[in-house]
């Protein structure tokens, strides 16, 4: 059993930067692909970013592309995800997600994934 903790998000006006935290439990975090999502009023929850159990292969969805970076620190049992340059459009619930893997992959399906935060609100003015 994993449990996610999302931190770090708030109120930030247009242009600005936001640094997500996602602290994981468990002794295997380093086993596990991860992944960022947002939902906002109204929306389907998507994809932002994945990262998978070393940090050597990512995802970005494509409005994430070039202006947010996915990291983990499997030492601190937490996966990062930079914001920048951020957009009224970027406001959402954003949550982190663990799955579980045999290999060092990037998972970027929705579905797949067995664990969840309780999300943590991103809100840009413009």
């Known amino acids: 059993q994993v449990q996610l903790v999302e931190s770090g998000g708030g109120l930030v006006q247009a242009g600005g930067s936001l640094r997500l935290s996602c602290a994981a439990s468990?002794?295997?975090?380093?086993?596990?692909?991860m992944g960022w999502f947002r939902q906002a009023p109204g929306k389907e929850r998507e994809i932002v970013a994945a990262?998978?159990?070393?940090?050597?292969?990512?995802f970005y969805e494509d409005f994430a592309e070039g202006r947010f970076t996915v990291s983990r620190d499997n030492a601190e049992n937490t996966v990062y995800l930079q914001m920048n340059s951020l957009k009224p459009d970027d406001t959402a619930v954003y949550y982190c997600?663990?799955?579980?893997?045999?290999?060092?992959?990037?998972?970027?399906?929705?579905?797949?994934?067995?664990?969840w935060g309780q999300g943590t609100q991103v809100t840009v003015s413009s």
């Open positions: 997600a663990a799955k579980s893997v045999p290999s060092d992959i990037v998972v970027i399906v929705r579905g797949l994934y067995q664990y």
């Open positions: 990262i998978s159990w070393s940090g050597s292969s990512t």
């Open positions: 468990g002794p295997t975090f380093s086993r596990y692909a």
